[in-house]
């Protein structure tokens, strides 16, 4: 179903509450994204329990690195060794899902919200 | 003691307070738990987990299971690849449909099994295929190498294309992908150089140099279902274990039996007594002191997967496989329907205990003689052992 791109999706209970960021240092040409991220994986991660992150970047595999940032082993939740997606697990950029699973090179505008989620995938 | 209970919803506890052995949740709630034990050397808690949606990650424990961590994580180094059938495409051509295996990236699908050798020494066994090893106490883990480029895998493939021919094949366990696992590692504690690794599905393998060098132990295996049934290669060992005092004693449950090697793997000889139902199964254990004592828990082959006639026993040798013990009192004879899993049969001393899908922990005290159901509602089993 390449290119096709759905708009609407059921809610799933994401992250939301105290504000984290913004970091020093990051590329200029970047643009400062929130990030949301599930609470299933607060339980992993303590460090995101409660957050809302901003982060500078300007693609959703730079998202991915500056949360990196914030709670080492992140990546290796959403990603497998090579950097790909997991199968049972979605970004959105805004309303979008994200299509590049494999290098997450989807772009990120100014101010975007970016959800991290388990897919929706049953079961 | 206590018994360290991995299941599909989290790791348990069952230990024995005032006369009676009871369960408790310790960690990982919610989280496919394939495999939990202790590291007789460090004491450090280990297990395997499988997360539904973030994949495989070992977790470690430093204060007796009351706080689980991630530890150092697993990851295939970049071009690790291995050979596996094309997936069917209905618009290739001719050609394309008679090239064979194709190359496949590997990545961590599932951690199966944890070993410890000399102090600081951490083996664990994966899906696809790959033998991960420690030295400095599982702060970091790499690929054993010449294991993974194994000839009977197709040889060096991260430098090229290899012999294109593998005789590893898959295992549903994979969840889905079509590819091998290591379920079992036996450290020998004697020679901790010497180890053994079980294949499913390709069979028993050696290195007697500390992983430098591998070599196939199926001498004297029967696979009743191959076109050749001594083949070296396509055998389906579902467990082995070693006597720990006695190394050169070795069992294996087998998808086609029962065997047994009086020499260290070098041979194999086939001990199923179908007709007392000792044939299919997956878990063994293995006395610690003697090595022609043996327990199993036979299910029925193998379409069905299922406690023979709904009546559950565990059988036993003192012989070497010569004669079989059905041990029944305590365990239910009528309407089980219980599976025991490659890992969740485990002895110690002469306390054995084994868990079922069925959520089921059953232990004895007597060497198997009896036995007490001990806990009747836990998630799906995966892993029993003692710690």
């Known amino acids: ?123 | 003691m206590r018994v360290l209970v991995g299941t599909r919803k989290g790791t348990f506890f069952v230990e024995k307070a005032d006369g009676s052995w009871r369960p408790r949740l310790v960690g990982h709630a919610g989280v496919g738990v394939n495999f939990v034990v202790q590291d007789p050397n460090s004491g450090a808690l280990w297990a395997a987990l499988g997360h539904g949606h973030w994949g495989a990650k070992l977790s470690r424990s430093t204060d007796g299971g009351a706080t689980w961590t991630d530890a150092a994580q697993i990851k295939y180094p970049s071009g690790a690849r291995y050979l596996a059938p094309p997936d069917p495409d209905p618009n290739a051509s001719e050609e394309d449909m008679k090239k064979g295996p194709v190359l496949r990236d590997a990545t961590l699908l599932k951690l199966w099994v944890i070993a410890f050798g000399a102090p600081g020494h951490i083996h664990v066994g994966t899906i696809p295929g790959g033998l991960f090893s420690s030295d400095d106490d599982g702060q970091s883990f790499q690929l054993n190498l010449p294991l993974w480029n194994h000839e009977s895998r197709g040889g060096d493939l991260f430098a090229g294309p290899g012999t294109g021919k593998t005789h590893w094949f898959g295992t549903p366990a994979s969840d889905g992908e079509f590819a091998a696992g290591i379920h079992s590692i036996v450290v020998d504690p004697q020679r901790p150089g010497r180890m053994l690794v079980a294949v499913s599905t390709a069979g028993v393998l050696e290195t007697q140099d500390g992983g430098q060098t591998w070599r196939g132990r199926n001498q004297g295996m029967l696979n009743d279902y191959l076109p050749e049934p001594a083949a070296e290669w396509g055998h389906d060992p579902h467990f082995i274990a070693q006597c720990a005092a006695q190394p050169e004693h070795v069992w294996q449950q087998n998808h086609s039996g029962v065997f047994y090697s009086a020499d260290g793997a070098q041979t194999w000889r086939k001990v199923s007594h179908p007709e007392q139902g000792v044939h299919f199964g997956f878990p063994v254990a293995v006395d610690e002191q003697d090595g022609k004592t043996a327990w199993l828990v036979p299910g029925k082959a193998d379409m069905q997967r299922m406690a023979i006639d709904g009546k559950l026993f565990v059988a036993r040798t003192r012989d070497g496989g010569q004669t079989w013990q059905e041990l029944r009192r305590g365990l239910p004879q009528e309407n089980a329907y219980d599976v025991v899993y490659r890992h969740a049969l485990a002895n110690s001393g002469s306390c054995l205990a084994f868990g079922s899908t069925t959520g089921n922990l059953y232990l004895s005290e007597d060497d198997g003689d009896s036995w007490t159901c001990v806990a009747n509602n836990l998630p799906p089993i995966y892993s029993v052992r003692f710690g």
């Open chain 1, 1 to 123: 179903m390449a290119g096709v791109r759905p708009r609407h999706f059921p809610a799933l209970p994401l992250a939301r509450g105290e504000a984290l960021g913004p970091f020093d240092g990051i590329g200029h040409s970047s643009v400062m994204a929130t990030v949301e991220i599930t609470k299933h994986l607060w339980e992993f991660l303590p460090t995101l329990r409660g957050k809302t992150l901003t982060v500078e970047a300007s693609s959703v595999a730079e998202v991915v690195r500056e949360v990196e940032r914030i709670a080492p082993g992140f990546t290796y939740y959403i990603c497998d060794e090579r950097g790909c997606l997991r199968t049972h697990v979605n970004i959105f950029v805004g309303q979008e899902r994200i299509l590049d699973r494999t290098r997450l090179s989807d772009p990120v505008e100014p101010d975007s919200r970016v959800l991290i989620m388990q897919a929706l995938s049953g079961g």
